[in-house]
Structures are given as structure tokens and as C-alpha cells.
């Protein structure tokens, strides 16, 4: 099974991916605060968020156990719902990646990113769950 550093993915993919508004490293807890997340079931991760200019935000957060992996994966995706609804509301630029972001599984961890270029961000993502 894939074990990926979470840290070094969210960086790698803040210095790999093109992103149109200033990314900045938001602390885990605010974060999961946000996302809704329990952090008894956190191992560890990392997260940029833009400003609220824009949708575009990365997360990588390590489930401890395979079993949390799921509840992760679905806080991320209601995450990412209700930015939809709110972005709709006032900057529909946004609403196409929001609408297509990119949401992966990889071992223990739950990878998100909101960019323009989704092959960008997969590319990166890629590189760490390919068999090394």
C-alpha cells in the first residue's frame, strides 16, 4: 500500500501547480475545524487555502486507520460543496472548479485540490502513488 508524506505532497503541489490567487498554509486544526473533521482520526496533513478571491485550496490529510479514510473523503466533498453554493452566489468563475476538482484516495490519505488545471495537480499526485 501507498504510504504518502502528506506535507511534502501539499508543497510539491503548491510549487507544481498554476494557481491564479495567493495560496497560504493554513493551520491543520483551523482546517479541519473548517472541513468538519475530528482530529482524534487525524494523523497528520497539511492544507493551503487562497484567499477568498478565489475557490483554489489544497489538502492533504492522513486518516490514522483506513476505516476513517472514507469520513475524511466525504467532509472533503461537503467541503467542497458548500464553497459551490457559495461561490455561486458571487464569483461563478470559480464554479467550474468546484464543480471538477480534484478528490483522490492514495493509502491513508484523502488529496484535494481546487486548481484550473486538474492534470497539473494529478501529474504531481502521480508521482507518489506510482509503484516506486
Known sequence: DVDIDPV???DDMRASVTF???LSEVDLDK???LY???SEIVDSGKAYLSTNATAEEIAVIKAKTAEDVDTIKTAVQNRVASQLQSFESYNA???PKLENPVIETAGNCV???VCDDKGEAEAVI???TAAK
Open 8 to 10: 511534502a505532497l501539499a
Open 20 to 22: 491564479q490567487d495567493q
Open 31 to 33: 482546517v479541519l475545524s
Open 36 to 38: 468538519g473533521i475530528d
Open 93 to 95: 468563475n470559480e464554479v
Open 111 to 113: 488529496i484535494l485540490c
Open 126 to 128: 502521480d508521482s507518489y
